[in-house]
């Protein structure tokens, strides 16, 4: 008598989701990993080693101009797997995106310096870079949609800002791990030897950081969602002549987030060490302590929004944000340790309330067929214009105001920016994820004690 074939166990909502949940994590952490060790080794080695013939100042610009490179190469690798994510499937670009950005991680490591190859060198370094920003450019959205469909899909439309915001938890865990490896690096060996070898090896340590996030990612579900839509064929061009009003309100949301980020961790790390000529651990030790608050402030906004409501914990934040700068830097400017870690941390815990909800609040803007195109293009446009110039702008305001209150009310124009498109969005967190047309749900009624659906 034949045997009859032994089915695959296929697990249940519950495990699913939780899969979703860690690889969204993991993987969006490990990306940020690579893409934040580009941005600390910017602001403290690679002047020394890929720019060692122009002065201090000239050095750190051009290292924070090469830094800048992988933004404008987020919108392709939005785009592209944007559309990937729609088409084929979120899973099958994600697994595309972690190999992408963690390959040019790794080759990082293993490139000569100036001295060795010449003006060849910051030239791979640059190609490198847009490597890294293609990757990072189309995970976001494509982890944030797995996330928010299978919570959608699990009954968990009422807790979609808190599921969701465990991508969002990656940034400052990939950052916390990047500053990590590197103060390492730094405390342990003498300047000549970290300058010479020692950085090198957190960025070789990525192939090791691939090879987990990619074990994990395979064995997560494809989104119930996507496999029951019925895919776009153009998305992009269907994004912006059907929702180019949300593609504006994202870029405006996103700004300030990206500014007031990389001013306080990338360059105030070149400000403290370059400008002021404070130890070079001060800055790191700063963003490792900024980092560990986010992990705890990103859950609790994400969880504040599901009860009272993206628009209003996102304009707090954005007033958050703009406050934060008026204090944060004259703290800095007293040059002492216990100043500058309050200092980063006031601005790295601003911008955590307002990213905490942002996941749930973007990705609930756009429907199912064009969700992970639209988030994504949005997300990586407002790059260009408030990530990738951030540092560089802080120090040209430096450079030719002899101060840092420019800084100061630069962070606030774009957080006011970020406040008022965030008062011009429609509240989403009840809207459907399962209807193509994106357009919002009544809200259930709500229980007092706990805010969710009775």
Request: charged fraction near 15%; charge should be neutral.
């Amino acid at each position: 008598m034949a045997t009859p074939p032994v089915e695959k166990p296929v697990p249940d909502e519950r495990t699913g989701l939780r899969r979703v949940l860690i690889s969204s994590f993991a993987g969006t952490s490990i990306e940020w990993y690579d893409f934040f060790l580009f941005g600390s080794a910017a602001a403290l080695v690679f002047p020394h080693v890929f720019f060692p013939g122009s002065d201090p100042a000239t050095g750190t610009l051009l290292s924070f101009a090469t830094y800048a490179v992988a933004f404008l190469a987020r919108p392709l690798g939005g785009i592209v797997f944007g559309r990937m994510g729609d088409v084929v499937g979120r899973k099958k670009a994600l697994i595309a995106t972690l190999f992408l950005a963690g390959g040019g991680t790794f080759l990082m490591g293993c490139l000569p310096g100036y001295d060795a190859i010449g003006v060849t060198a910051p030239v791979l370094l640059v190609l490198l870079r847009l490597v890294q920003g293609l990757g990072l450019g189309g995970e976001w959205a494509g982890a944030v949609t797995l996330s928010a469909e299978h919570a959608e899909a699990g009954g968990k439309r009422h807790r979609r800002g808190i599921l969701t915001s465990w991508t969002q938890l990656g940034v400052p865990a990939g950052n916390l791990v990047a500053v990590a490896a590197l103060t390492a690096a730094s405390t342990a060996l003498p300047d000549e030897a970290f300058l010479s070898w020692g950085w090198r090896l957190p960025f070789l340590a990525s192939a090791a950081l691939v090879a987990a996030g990619w074990w994990m990612r395979v064995k997560v579900e494809e989104s119930p969602l996507f496999e029951a839509a019925e895919p776009a064929r153009a998305p992009i061009r269907e994004v912006l002549s059907t929702h180019w009003r949300q593609v504006l309100l994202t870029v405006g949301m996103r700004i300030a987030s990206d500014v007031s980020y990389y001013v306080f961790a990338v360059f105030a790390l070149a400000y403290l060490s370059g400008t002021l000529g404070l130890p070079r651990d001060w800055g790191l030790y700063a963003v490792i302590v900024g980092s560990v608050l986010q992990l705890a402030v990103i859950p609790a906004s994400a969880a504040a929004s599901d009860r009272y409501g993206r628009r209003p914990v996102y304009i707090a934040g954005s007033l958050a944000v703009a406050a934060g700068a008026l204090v944060a830097w004259p703290m800095i400017e007293t040059r002492s340790l216990a100043g500058v870690l309050a200092a980063v941390s006031i601005g790295l815990v601003a911008q955590a309330v307002m990213y905490g909800p942002m996941a749930a609040f973007i990705t609930e803007l756009y429907s199912t067929r064009l969700r992970c195109s639209g988030s994504s293009f949005g997300y990586q446009i407002a790059g260009i214009a408030g990530g990738a110039p951030a540092p560089l702008i802080a120090a040209l305001l430096v450079d030719r105001f002899h101060t840092t209150t420019a800084v100061s009310l630069y962070v606030v124009a774009t957080a006011l920016i970020a406040a008022l498109s965030a008062y011009l969005a429609k509240e989403t967190r009840w809207n459907r994820l399962d209807q193509d047309t994106g357009a919002p749900s009544p809200a259930p009624a709500v229980a007092p004690a706990t805010g969710e659906p009775s």
